[in-house]
């Protein structure tokens, strides 16, 4: 798929959409493993402890959305294989500032997941997020960011409620699930509140007036945000008596999984009123484009100059 999918007005808009997909872990772990190579049904099969009907599903969704183009290799019987369409391929920028995120941040994480070196310096590295306008690195303060004329009256929330999430324990991890991740951007309140959190909300009744939920919900995710260590809390400047939710390192850490997040659905989906959130880069004054390059030698990054190995034995 070449041409971006036109959303139909007043619906959801494209960070809606991209945080409906990004939000399935299923549908992540089919596209991680795609990214990889596997392009047959039993193939993933063999890697993803998932059950038919949930593959299926997966496959079938990602090809309607234009992920994935479902191609015959065989005849006598007929056979079908999933390869990437240039859309699906796109979504690699998403895929490796996830990775790099639990890699880094959660516990346990290094030993799953797979390492990533840059093929023209050689070095084991991470993403880091840059504007594409001037090269600078970038961090969530340096982006000015507003809501566009499609990115009001909650069109930017998923319309499904809630999404699967990870299992816990050794046997998640070693199938390469996102439990972290998925606390952030699996449920529609979590999305809501992370993305009011960038937004520069602080306090617990600006959480509710930018979420629209109910006090109870807005409670319980800023409980599970702090718990997460996303969010801290401190006693507020204007009042002893309030309570500030801050976004800590970890928090802001997820930042290049949020901008690349909306500038793949925001390059993709197109809702006929416009885009969903428009950013500047303070630095610069451009409009803010992310593009990732290599933390050890600044290069910038392509699909191809990531190479993506199997994880490092564990130390004895």
Wanted: contains cysteine; glycine residues 12%.
């Amino acid at each position: 798929m070449d041409e971006a999918t036109p959303l139909p007005p007043g619906g959801e808009n494209a960070i809606g959409v991209t945080l409906g997909l990004i939000g399935d872990e299923w549908a992540l772990l089919v596209l991680r493993h795609a990214h990889q190579g596997v392009r047959r049904y039993a193939d993933w099969r063999a890697r993803l402890p998932v059950s038919d009907s949930v593959l299926a599903a997966r496959l079938a969704l990602l090809t309607r959305m234009g992920l994935l183009r479902r191609e015959a290799y065989q005849e006598r019987p007929t056979r079908h294989e999933y390869r990437l369409t240039r859309m699906g391929r796109e979504i690699w920028p998403i895929l490796v500032s996830i990775w790099a995120w639990e890699h880094r941040w959660v516990a346990g994480r290094d030993a799953s997941l797979p390492r990533m070196r840059h093929r023209a310096c050689g070095e084991p590295m991470e993403p880091a997020l840059t504007c594409a306008a001037c090269g600078a690195p970038v961090r969530p303060r340096d982006v000015d960011s507003r809501l566009g004329p499609s990115g009001g009256d909650g069109r930017s929330v998923p319309t499904a409620g809630t999404r699967r999430r990870s299992a816990s324990g050794t046997g998640a991890a070693a199938a390469g699930l996102f439990p972290e991740t998925m606390a952030l951007v699996g449920n529609r309140w979590s999305v809501m509140l992370l993305g009011a959190a960038f937004l520069g909300a602080h306090r617990f009744g600006e959480f509710e007036r930018m979420m629209g939920a109910p006090p109870a919900m807005v409670a319980d995710r800023l409980r599970t945000f702090v718990g997460l260590g996303v969010l801290a809390e401190e006693p507020s400047a204007e009042r002893a008596d309030w309570t500030s939710y801050r976004l800590t390192d970890k928090g802001r850490a997820f930042f290049p999984v949020v901008m690349t997040g909306i500038a793949w659905g925001q390059r993709w989906f197109r809702a006929p009123e416009g885009p969903a959130l428009v950013s500047a880069h303070r630095g610069c004054g451009a409009a803010f484009e992310p593009r990732l390059a290599c933390d050890r030698c600044g290069g910038v990054l392509a699909e191809a100059d990531v190479v993506v190995g199997p994880p490092e034995p564990a130390r004895r």
